[in-house]
């Protein structure tokens, strides 16, 4: 079985592929330790608990709707697996819905940080490639530490360039940061020393709760180092919602989208 054969045989267990996901290095993975080879589930279909080689899978609007603009999705995990249909493809479908061609990222796991942003930098850029006027990122509680943090260490190189798509702009247009986890791992709850946040930092869209005690500490944090920072920033914060729903429920999960439909409007 080849690589690409095996992710679309995972993709058809779970019931939910639009396209055949796409290696995002066809050369060698930078820094990776393992072969490539087959994302690996967990028990839950619904999981990922091992990626080697990272992809893109593709998700695009009807015709009539196309608005040029793309997003890159980022599901969340730990860093550890990626809830790869709740706050992967699922999301995709959305955005499709709204117009905007989504590509749904396997990033490293698990435990591969470095690796993650580096994949998520190469996705933009492969993604930017391809033409569209505008591309950003969303992500979810993990996913949504990867696109703050490629929102804001955009001005460092973190791999040697592989081809002509590694000469053009990594920095995200716009992120969306939808219950973010890690933002503050400083002392005391402040923000993580990791994040460069300065006035140039990514545009965001944050959301949060106060009963998660990721996303609070979280939302509260990137806020006023975004203010300070003179970035700009759109936080919207409620005082339940938990974590790890993506768009399903009844409560925050059926907020947050509208919240953002419209903040992605005001995008010039």
């Given amino acids: 079985m080849t690589l690409a054969t095996g992710i679309v045989a995972i993709g058809m267990l779970a019931q939910q592929y639009k396209s055949v996901p796409t290696e995002i290095w066809p050369r060698k993975v930078p820094g990776a330790t393992k072969q490539k080879s087959v994302p690996k589930l967990t028990d839950d279909p619904e999981h990922w608990k091992e990626v080697t080689s990272p992809t893109l899978e593709c998700f695009k609007p009807e015709p009539s709707k196309k608005n040029n603009k793309a997003v890159v999705v980022c599901p969340g995990g730990g860093y550890q697996i990626l809830a790869y249909i ?53 992500g979810f509680s993990a996913g949504a530490s990867l696109c703050c943090r490629a929102g804001t260490l955009f001005e460092t190189e973190t791999y040697a360039a592989q081809d002509k798509a590694d000469k053009l702009n990594q ?94 409007k005001t995008l010039k």
């Fill in 86 to 138: 709740k706050e992967g493809q699922e999301i995709a479908e959305w955005l499709a819905g709204q117009g905007y061609t989504a590509f749904v990222l396997a990033y490293r796991i698990p435990g591969q940080r470095d690796g993650a942003l580096q994949d998520i930098y190469r996705s933009i850029r492969l993604v930017r490639e391809q033409g569209f006027e505008k591309v950003g990122c969303i």
């Fill in 171 to 264: 920095r995200p247009d716009f992120a969306m940061l939808i219950y973010p986890a890690y933002l503050a791992d400083g002392e005391n709850k402040t923000i993580s020393p990791e994040l460069n946040v300065t006035k140039n930092s990514t545009p965001m869209f944050v959301f949060g709760t106060q009963d998660d005690v990721h996303s609070g500490p979280s939302s509260a944090t990137i806020l006023d180092a975004m203010q300070r920072a003179g970035a700009p920033i759109e936080l919207h914060f409620l005082v339940n919602g938990g974590h790890g729903y993506g768009m399903r429920g009844d409560g925050a999960g059926k907020i947050w989208p509208k919240l953002a439909e419209s903040w992605l």
